[in-house]
């Protein structure tokens, strides 16, 4: 089955900086790639997704790239706030349904 | 309507009860699913209903029971739970095909005394 690895755990950024999260997947069959923001004691939110037939995708200070060779996935944050601070998940799946998460980076925007 | 509404928020629940939680969602989508998360971990699959029928069970204890009475409902039925079993339970939803993100309830959180 599916594994997806994620890195780093924990993740310190001076606010204003850039904060990237990686994440590897092992099914080559995988061709969707949601990212998820849980903030504390909140709900998951989908924050933005991927499939496989894109290389990457923007939306405003978000962004997620793909390298299928390689099998791994990125989320870019750039000018980050302190309502940035957050759990991040990502995850991955085959034809949807079934999504294998990552086991999560604590981000920290440091005023 | 874009939300997943689960109730109850919170629930204890002593190891010879028997519960019920409750989710509900009007945007049309035909893929329900029940997660279980426990702290600083991330949600672990437990049931998936696609139009209505039980697509995945990913080996979980019978003293889960999931039901989905309709389109819109997904409710799952507890029974004997242990200590461990103490989680925030979370439902979802999603659009069938591919590429289509869930949306998660607030959840449920848990506690089995």
């Known amino acids: 089955g599916e594994n997806v690895e994620q890195h780093p755990s924990t993740l310190s950024v001076q606010e204003g900086d850039s904060a990237v999260i990686k994440c590897t997947y092992s099914?080559?069959?995988?061709?969707?790639f949601p990212w998820y923001k849980q903030e504390l004691g909140k709900r998951p939110q989908l924050i933005i997704d991927?499939?496989?037939?894109?290389g990457e995708k923007k939306d405003q200070r978000i962004a997620v790239t793909l390298n299928k060779t390689a099998k791994h996935f990125s989320l870019h944050i750039t000018e980050t706030q302190p309502e940035d601070s957050a759990v991040y998940f990502c995850a991955a799946s085959n034809y949807g349904q079934n999504f294998v998460f990552g086991p999560g980076t604590r981000l920290s925007v440091l005023p | 309507d874009t939300e997943v509404t689960q109730t109850p928020k919170h629930l204890v629940m002593g190891m010879t009860n028997k519960k019920s939680l409750k989710c509900e969602q009007h945007?049309?989508?035909?893929?329900m699913y029940w997660y279980k998360q426990k702290a600083k971990k991330p949600p672990e699959l437990m049931f998936v209903?696609?139009?209505?029928?039980l697509s995945i069970n990913e080996s979980v204890p019978s003293r889960f029971s999931p039901e989905c009475p309709n389109s819109s409902l997904l409710n799952l039925h507890l029974h004997a739970l242990q200590p461990e079993d103490s989680a925030l339970y979370l439902c979802a939803s999603s659009q069938e095909g591919w590429g289509y993100g869930y949306t998660f309830g607030s959840g449920t959180r848990l506690t089995v005394v």
């Open positions: 209903y696609s139009y209505e029928k």
């Open positions: 945007m049309g989508h035909r893929a």
């Open positions: 991927i499939r496989s037939n894109v």
């Open positions: 099914d080559s069959a995988s061709n969707y």
